[in-house]
């Protein structure tokens, strides 16, 4: 009998996109999602003198879609999103010698080059079953936060869309270390709101952010073609969309982010998360660089305990004389996915 406290995923970094790969990391999550079938059959409708409304079945078609979710997001986790959703091939460099403070920038080509995102394995199941799904990719990242107003925790959620091939069932692989990991804090959130790219993160907008939620669609896709086999031959890149919706304490600031709606003004946002030191080298962080224009702001949107709130979105935007949309920065004390 599956026992429901034994469920687990596993992933391994793939060297060639689709070949799968023996897991070599635990990934810790909230739950592990009911297993999503990678096909489903086609019942032809036929008239051969029976009352029934189909006499034969057949797949022509497999693709593996779902999604994780995390209510306790960490810091670990987040290179591993961003290098199989926005972008490949990163190195991550230590900033301190010897102090396993490992920074990663994920700032994505927009204008033609292929950002070469990575791809893993995917191992998930129970103590009595387990499927593997090879070529698996991030369509869609989300990162929310709430900052509690009773004390308690403010920690971030994630969710990320996937896509893969299909599902295998074999045999997890076995001996890998549940790792340490570091929880995301909203609380400790900072925004930061300038006019052009050169100018992002010199302006802090404090004693304003009560939450938030950053939603990329990475543009990555399956492609079926023509081929020997059932599932999508390769995946392609199209074209990459970022929103951030905003919770913000009804102040002084408020009216400059009005007039900036108004005018549909570049406005380049920094939402700067700043975790535990590592070591004695610096500390864990998550960094989500913006421009774009307010899609829309609604005023006194809501009250909490006296206190006007207003919500705010903002679309990021390809902005020429930046040359950027989004950019994506992370430190942790890991150097590889």
Known sequence: MGTSTLRKIQYGKETVAGIAVAATKVLPISN???IQPDRKP???????????????AY????LVRDKLKWSTGYHQILPLLFSCGVKGNVTATETTGGQHD????????????????????LERGDDTFMVETEYVKFD????????????????????AGYFGRQNTVTAFTAGLTIPALT????????????????GVGSTEKTATLRGFNIEIMTGLHPKFLGSTAEYFTRHGEGPMGIMASFTFEGNSNMAA????????????????????????????????????AWESIVPLASESN????????????????????????????????
């Open 32 to 34: 592990v999602p009911p």
């Open 42 to 56: 086609t019942y032809p409708r036929e008239n051969v003198g029976v009352l029934a409304d189909a006499v034969r």
């Open 59 to 62: 797949n022509t078609g497999i």
């Open 102 to 121: 490992y920074a990663w920038a994920f700032t994505p080509a927009l204008t033609g080059a292929s950002n070469a995102q990575d791809s893993i394995t």
């Open 140 to 159: 869609s990242i989300k990162i929310s936060g709430e900052i509690n107003q009773d004390g308690e925790d403010s920690a971030c959620t994630i969710e």
């Open 183 to 198: 929880p995301i804090n909203a609380k400790l959130a900072r925004f930061y709101l300038d006019t052009a790219w050169a």
């Open 257 to 292: 982010i009005f007039a900036a709606q108004q005018a549909v003004s570049l406005q380049v946002s920094r939402l700067l998360i700043i975790g535990p030191q590592i070591g004695s080298g610096v500390s864990h962080k998550l960094q989500i660089d913006i421009g774009g």
């Open 306 to 337: 006296g206190n006007n709130l207003w919500t705010a979105v903002l679309r990021g935007y390809y902005d020429p004389t930046g040359a950027k949309m989004f950019g994506v920065d992370v430190v942790t004390d890991t150097n590889t996915i």
